[in-house]
């Protein structure tokens, strides 16, 4: 999350100065959002799989003889890795739309002031924009760790059982293994981390204002 947090405000500020083809950097960056999260692991599938996109560049150039099984349950590093890259990929998208409708609410104003006074762009972003944002970036961060605790699509497809997650657990002992209450109760537990997260950024965000 906090990748996709770098990644979406850096993407949103380009956007905001206006490059040439900004539509086409719009679309580009939004397609993910058109994708389910079994399509984009299946996606990434082709990519990382032993005989996937990434072995084939690796052994083309010499790289690696005969690749590496990015997705065997015994490297549980480059599982990790293929998960946090197909997430990324898949999530970003939504946190850019936000911050993207937010940064469209700043006042020009501000930061042309603060360029009169002889404010670096650093200094702009810090002390100008990124207060302005507070509640978009609330929003994006609240709904990305609600959705990130309901992440199993994309691990499921990329690593089947070899990488569990809490809402793959909930579906393999649902479906699977036919016990309806062990489910419910990791079930419960998702909505409760959900919960607790959310009202943690909230109150934590309350408190960062009054105490301004």
Do not use: C
């Amino acid at each position: 999350m906090p990748v996709q947090l770098v990644l979406a405000v850096a993407m949103a500020l380009l956007v905001q100065a206006r490059p040439k083809f900004l539509s086409g950097h719009f679309y580009l960056w939004t397609i993910p959002l058109a994708v389910s999260e079994l399509a984009a692991g299946l996606v990434w599938l082709s990519v990382f799989d032993s005989r996937g996109y990434l072995n084939s560049l690796l052994v083309s150039w010499g790289v690696s003889d005969t690749g590496v099984q990015w997705l065997t349950y015994t490297n549980t590093g480059t599982m990790l890795l293929a998960v946090v890259i197909a997430e990324i990929w898949r999530a970003t998208s939504l946190v850019f739309v936000i911050v993207v409708a937010g940064i469209q609410m700043v006042p020009k104003d501000f930061d042309e002031a603060a360029q009169v006074f002889g404010a670096s762009a650093w200094q702009r972003l810090w002390h100008v924009t990124l207060p302005q944002l507070k509640p978009s970036l609330q929003v994006a961060l609240i709904l990305r760790t609600i959705l990130a605790l309901q992440a199993f699509a994309v691990a499921q497809a990329l690593t089947g059982r070899d990488f569990p997650l809490l809402v793959g657990e909930t579906y393999q002992w649902y479906v699977n293994l036919q016990n309806p209450a062990v489910a419910s109760a990791a079930a419960l537990v998702v909505l409760a981390l959900s919960l607790a997260t959310a009202l943690f950024y909230l109150r934590t965000m309350r408190q960062q204002e009054a105490a301004k």
